[in-house]
């Protein structure tokens, strides 16, 4: 079975940065699509970035585009979300997800979490002043 670990999340003030790291121990997370979800209290579990595995093509759903960057750090093997001028809305815990199959190529399917078999514990992600 496939095993994630998420590690970095905390306490930010609005407006501030966090990076978020996905580690594999026992299989190599290149050869994977790779996708970042997060669910807040009350909230649906939602996608938010997404790396595939034949291109390394990004993805990102609308509410994080252009402050969210998903990347590969292949030497250390973890998949890692940077997440910039954050903001209250972004509050939640962050999961990584690996499926066990293919993954449709465009927004929303990708983000559909029903397609995502192995999941990490979570980090929590909470933005206040």
């Known amino acids: 079975q496939l095993q994630v670990v998420e590690s970095g999340g905390g306490l930010v003030q609005p407006g501030g940065s966090l990076r978020l790291s996905c580690a594999a121990s026992?299989?190599?997370?290149?050869?994977?699509?790779i996708a970042w979800f997060r669910q807040a209290p009350g909230k649906e579990r939602e996608g938010v970035a997404c790396?595939?595995?034949?291109?390394?093509?990004?993805y990102y759903a609308d509410s994080v585009k252009g402050r969210f960057t998903i990347s590969r750090d292949n030497a250390k093997n973890t998949v890692n979300l940077q997440m910039d001028s954050l903001n209250p809305e972004d509050a939640a815990v962050y999961y990584c997800?690996?499926?066990?199959?293919?993954?449709?190529?465009?927004?929303?399917?990708?983000?559909?979490?029903?397609?995502?078999?192995?999941w990490g514990q979570g980090t929590q992600v909470t933005v206040s002043s």
């Open positions: 790396i595939r595995s034949n291109d390394d093509s990004t």
């Open positions: 026992h299989f190599t997370l290149a050869y994977y699509t």
């Open positions: 997800a690996v499926p066990s199959g293919p993954v449709p190529k465009t927004v929303p399917g990708m983000f559909d979490p029903a397609r995502y078999d192995y």
